[in-house]
Each structure stands twice: as C-alpha cells, then as structure tokens.
C-alpha cells in the first residue's frame, strides 16, 4: 500500500485495497479483525492499521490487544516443561494448555537421532493443528518440505517479549515495505545477528556479543512500544549504537 488505510469497528473494506495475487488460484485470507459477511462483503471488527501481504494473499487489522490463539501454520517459540514417553509438552503462553510436541518431530531424526530436549529447552516450531477441543500440536520442521527451515533448538541468545502486532510486521516478507519496519535492516548494516520471530509475541536474538543481542531486543522493543516510523527507527539504531 502506498499509504496507510485505518479502518474503524463496523467499516466496510473497499474492493479496491484487497491484495491481488500473482496466481488467481489463492484465495483470499482474511486475518485477525475482519469479518466477512456473505455473499462478498468483508468488515472490521477492531480499530487499527489495515495490512497486507500480497505474496499470500492476506489482509488483517493490525491490533495488539488481546491474548495469543494458536493458530495452524503459526511459527511461534515455546519452551519445554516436561517430556513424557514421545512427547514434549511445551508452554507457547502462560494462557494457553501445553503444546504437544512429538519426540520425532524434527528433520530427519529417529529414536536414535532425535534431539535430546530437558525442562526450560527454547525451541522454535511450527503449529500443526490446534482447535478449542485439543491442545496444540507443534513440529520442528516444514510439513511441505519435511525441512527444519531455522526451526528446532535454540541454544544462546536472549529472548525478548513484543506484541503480536509487531510480531506479524516482523514475519512479513517485506518487512520495510509491507509491515514499515527498518530496525533490524538498519542494524545489519553495522553487525551480523541471529533472530527468531514467534507469532505468539515472542522473539530470539543472537548475536557475537550480549551488548549487540540486548541492542537488537531493546530496538525492536522500542520501535514496538513508541510506534516508531521509519525515520523514528534510523535515529533509534544510530542513538542505541552509540551506547554499545
């Protein structure tokens, strides 16, 4: 979008901003805070930003209130509590029931080979399925591919809490364009990071030191909580670096 379009509760989505994909066969995905009322009609159910994401076809209200819901396809990042015999059961928030997680849910392994994960282990993972009737189920790997794909263990680094708005922002293909975040481009100009988004307001950062990982927590965090626009972001990554 050329511009920003904010809808309010109640408002009519116009025909005209819905993404167009480049394969017609994609349908339409309506996100959080809209609502479609039959035949063709799309409205919002919250007051926020509307967002897209071409690529897949999305459109949403950008809103950050409101807990995590574990949806299919989420990559979200959770931490073991306890093992039983084949699975782990993991927390993604302190509201929702434990996440299962087969002991066999990773690229290629076996019960010889399968990673050996103990209470507090952070993974990265994909949630499979999930409904009101069952808890979660999350995997380690790309059900399309059967690749990891940067999922599994994560091991080092710091883990810092975001919304789920800026969470989404961050998971967009086009960071900049699409979801108006320049933060961590602006901080790879300057030095090398790891980074791990959680649709479930979460994200892990890596870097050489643990000045640069709580620099890179603390500027997405700010840009987060100030709403920063693009140029906002430029002054907050020159003004953090020169702290570090």
Known sequence: MATETLVLPGETISSEVLPIPSNPSIPLKLG?????????????????????????NAIWVENNSGR?????????????HHSSTDLYHCSITPHTA?????????????KKTRPQLNSGS???????SASKHMDPEIV?????????????????GMVFDISMGM?????????????????L??????FAFEIAVGRNGKVWANSGTVKETLLVGKA????????????????????LLRQV
Do not use: W
């Not at 919002?44 to 930003?49: I, K, N």
């Not at 434990?98 to 076996?110: D, V």
């Not at 997405?220 to 003004?239: A, Y």
């Open 68 to 80: 995590y819901i574990p949806q299919p396809n989420d990559l979200i990042l959770a931490t073991v």
């Open 32 to 56: 959080p805070g809209l609502r479609h009322l039959p035949p063709s009609t799309i409205t919002s159910v919250v007051a926020g930003p509307l967002r897209i994401d071409q690529k897949k």
């Open 220 to 239: 997405l965090q700010e840009t987060d909580t100030h709403v920063l626009g693009i140029e906002g972001q430029v002054k907050l990554v020159k003004r």
């Open 98 to 110: 434990f996440a299962q997680l087969p002991q066999l849910a990773f690229e290629g392994a076996t």
């Open 167 to 183: 969470a989404r922002r961050l998971l967009l293909s086009k960071q900049k364009e699409e979801g108006r975040v320049a933060v």
């Open 122 to 128: 952070l993974i990265y993972a994909r949630i499979l």
């Open 185 to 190: 481009e602006e901080i790879a100009e300057k």
């Open 140 to 156: 380690c790997y790309n059900p399309s591919t059967g690749k990891s794909e940067g999922m599994g263990e994560l091991k080092g």
